[in-house]
């Protein structure tokens, strides 16, 4: 089944999403399977990107008009991505730079390979860097570190909560007093764990 997602940048109705709409019912999105944001990409407060990521199942496909309308940046457009392809969905990108990455295909997976990389290095870079300040910070008796904003139990919570399709992601925010930003580092939309979720349970 093909499920779509648009998102415009602004609420104020001054960007319209007709144009998104138009290419993804000309690549076989039923209008009532599109899932629509008014929102800026680098908010984490996407629901209808929630609800389009909750409602996909193995053997879908995401169809999306760019791939900017999916990523806040490049690493959580991979770790979007990886997450589909984990649970056997794939991504199509009608337009843009993008528009070679089919991951139903061998040639489109290998293009997502190399954003995929891409994010691997800048994140390997990002670590490399706090490394060395977390060095020096001790070099100069200063520690640190950023400590986890969820417990073992609250982890175990967050996941059961994800698993279910009737869960307020909102709602279970507010519970564990945190952002979806902040969640989505623990575990994924269906419940599965990410790092943080894993080094928490680890530790």
Same mark, same amino acid.
């Given at each position: 089944?093909?499920? /779509?997602?648009?998102?415009?940048?602004?609420? +104020? /109705?001054? #960007?319209?999403?007709?144009?998104?709409?138009?290419?993804?019912?000309?690549? =076989? $999105?039923?209008?009532?399977?599109?899932?629509?944001?008014?929102? !800026? /990409?680098?908010?984490?407060?996407?629901?209808?990107?929630?609800?389009?990521?909750? !409602?996909?199942?193995? =053997? &879908?496909?995401?169809? $999306?008009?760019?791939? &900017?309308?999916? =990523?806040?940046?490049?690493?959580?457009?991979?770790?979007? $991505? #990886?997450?589909? !392809? +984990?649970?056997? $969905?794939?991504?199509?990108?009608?337009? =843009? #730079?993008?528009? #070679? @990455?089919?991951?139903?295909?061998?040639?489109?997976?290998?293009?997502? %390979? @190399?954003?995929?990389?891409?994010?691997?290095?800048?994140?390997?870079?990002?670590?490399?860097?706090?490394? *060395?300040?977390?060095?020096? *910070?001790?070099?100069? %008796?200063?520690?640190?570190?950023?400590?986890?904003?969820? !417990?073992?139990?609250?982890?175990?919570?967050?996941?059961?909560?994800?698993?279910?399709?009737?869960?307020?992601?909102?709602?279970?925010?507010?519970?564990?007093? @945190?952002?979806? /930003?902040?969640?989505?580092?623990?575990?994924?939309?269906?419940?599965?764990?990410?790092?943080?979720?894993?080094?928490?349970?680890? %530790?």
């Amino acid at each position: 089944m093909l499920i /779509g997602y648009a998102r415009v940048s602004k609420a +104020d /109705g001054s #960007q319209t999403l007709d144009l998104q709409r138009d290419a993804l019912m000309a690549a =076989g $999105v039923e209008p009532d399977r599109i899932y629509e944001d008014r929102a !800026s /990409g680098a908010k984490d407060d996407r629901p209808g990107l929630e609800s389009c990521l909750r !409602s996909l199942r193995e =053997g &879908d496909v995401l169809v $999306v008009w760019k791939l &900017d309308r999916l =990523g806040r940046n490049l690493a959580h457009l991979v770790g979007t $991505v #990886q997450d589909l !392809s +984990d649970r056997g $969905v794939g991504l199509r990108v009608l337009a =843009g #730079q993008g528009a #070679q @990455i089919d991951t139903t295909t061998a040639g489109g997976r290998l293009v997502f %390979g @190399i954003f995929a990389a891409l994010a691997e290095f800048e994140r390997e870079l990002i670590r490399e860097r706090t490394i *060395a300040g977390l060095k020096a *910070a001790r070099a100069r %008796g200063r520690t640190g570190g950023r400590k986890f904003a969820l !417990s073992k139990a609250q982890v175990r919570l967050a996941q059961v909560a994800m698993r279910r399709r009737d869960t307020s992601v909102a709602e279970l925010c507010r519970e564990l007093g @945190i952002g979806r /930003g902040t969640l989505y580092r623990y575990v994924d939309p269906g419940g599965r764990l990410r790092d943080h979720g894993k080094r928490v349970l680890d %530790g």
